[in-house]
């Protein structure tokens, strides 16, 4: 992709969270999109960033000082929002999953592109839920979607941060040709997962909490649209592959890990072939040469003790997934462990990779 004319505007709302704070950061130098306005609840409206933020800055990059002065707006208001930005990241955590999806929905009415990490439109029938490297082709609904709902703007989502580390292994093996039939999930979820403030620190220092509420379902359900097709104007979900997930919460600051077994349904690869089609897997982002895009989404590491989230989760700026101990599985075919950075590729970067999609594919 060329460089642009001229940056596009962008809000982003839940700027205050550990999610929204990520979007600040990572947005600070890019090339195509310029941080037009921040946005958070009506607590903090009014105030400046900088401000509101005070201590609790998460990233590990700087507050970026430009945005430090800029004064919070209600992301509720939609309307002020969108005189000033034609794409918003909306990092919003909101307990009433209905008034998220009206909020949102009012933004892609009054023209706006909405690129979300709440989970209240994921399983909406005409809205994406895309992760670049391996379903860019559903953000081709996108039109159907303004036509139908008679919006200007528009609305594609993110899945959840728990599968990022394990779904595009699984994916890239199954593009090339060898086809999965059952996998169990184990996730070990960095604390960053909850928000702020999160797990009380007496909750989870040594410890293990094996519940995070609403986690296994997505685990299970939301790859099944994501590997999924466009039929008659909505997405059905994939056939034919059962996961079962347990979601565990550990004291890591950030990084998900998966403890990962696969069962083939026909051909089972040799080990060699899993690592070469890993370490030599590219996709879309790459080949359009989108900004926020690893030039290399899936790195094998040979130790035998990695990938470890402290050591590894910032591979390609955090935006690479990390795979290692491959072997094989008594009970299923083979087993592997892998690591995304959940506030970066699970959340806020892979974000702002969907939001390079959208433009690359005119749809912005
Ligand atoms: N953390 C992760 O790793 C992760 C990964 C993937 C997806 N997500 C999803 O991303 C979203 C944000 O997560 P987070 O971890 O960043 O949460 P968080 O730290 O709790 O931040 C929530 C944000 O939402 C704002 N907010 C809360 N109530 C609001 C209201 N009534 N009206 C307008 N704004 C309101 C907060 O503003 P105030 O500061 O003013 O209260 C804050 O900016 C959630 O939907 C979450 O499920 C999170």
Redesign the pocket.
């Known amino acids: 992709m060329e460089q642009l004319k001229q940056k596009i505007p962008v809000a982003v709302?839940?700027?205050?969270?550990?999610?929204?704070q990520q979007y600040v950061a990572l947005l600070a130098d890019h090339p195509w999109f310029e941080i037009s306005l921040v946005a958070?609840?009506?607590?903090?409206a009014g105030l400046r960033y900088g401000e509101?933020i005070s201590s609790r800055w998460y990233p590990e990059a700087p507050l970026p000082d430009r945005i430090k002065n800029y004064t919070l707006i209600?992301?509720?208001d939609s309307a002020a929002v969108a005189r000033k930005a034609k794409l918003v990241f909306s990092?919003?955590?909101?307990s009433d999953k209905d008034e998220l999806r009206k909020v949102e929905n009012a933004y892609a009415r009054a023209g706006v592109a909405v690129v979300s990490?709440?989970?209240a439109h994921r399983d909406t029938e005409d809205v994406p839920m895309i992760i670049p490297e391996i379903n860019h082709h559903h953000a081709d609904i996108i039109p159907l979607q303004r036509q139908r709902r008679e919006w200007s703007g528009c609305i594609a989502v993110?899945p959840?941060?728990s599968l990022q580390s394990y779904l595009t292994p699984l994916f890239a093996l199954m593009q090339a040709g060898y086809e999965i039939s059952d996998v169990v999930v184990t996730t070990l979820q960095a604390v960053?997962?909850?928000?702020?403030p999160g797990v009380p620190s007496l909750d989870i220092i040594d410890n293990v909490i094996p519940f995070i509420n609403g986690e296994e379902e997505k685990t299970e359900q939301e790859p099944l649209k994501i590997l999924g097709e466009i039929q008659d104007g909505r997405f059905t979900p994939r056939s034919g592959i059962r996961i079962s997930a347990h979601c565990n919460r550990v004291p890591v600051r950030d990084g998900h890990s998966a403890c990962v077994s696969v069962r083939f349904a026909h051909a089972k690869p040799k080990f060699d072939r899993v690592i070469e089609v890993w370490n030599n897997f590219r996709s879309a982002p790459q080949e359009l040469r989108l900004p926020s895009a690893p030039t290399q989404p899936i790195i094998y590491l040979d130790d035998e003790a990695r990938p470890q989230p402290k050591k590894d989760r910032m591979r390609h700026n955090g935006m690479a997934i990390t795979v290692g101990r491959l072997r094989a599985c008594p009970v299923f075919d083979i087993k592997f462990v892998g690591l995304s950075h959940?506030?970066i590729r699970?959340?806020a970067g892979g974000g702002i990779l969907n939001a390079e999609l959208l433009v690359a594919k005119n749809l912005v």
């Open positions: 709302l839940g700027a205050t969270g550990m999610v929204g958070a609840s009506a607590r903090s509101a209600d992301a509720l990092a919003l955590e909101l990490n709440a989970s993110k959840n941060c960053s997962g909850a928000g702020y959940n506030t699970g959340a």
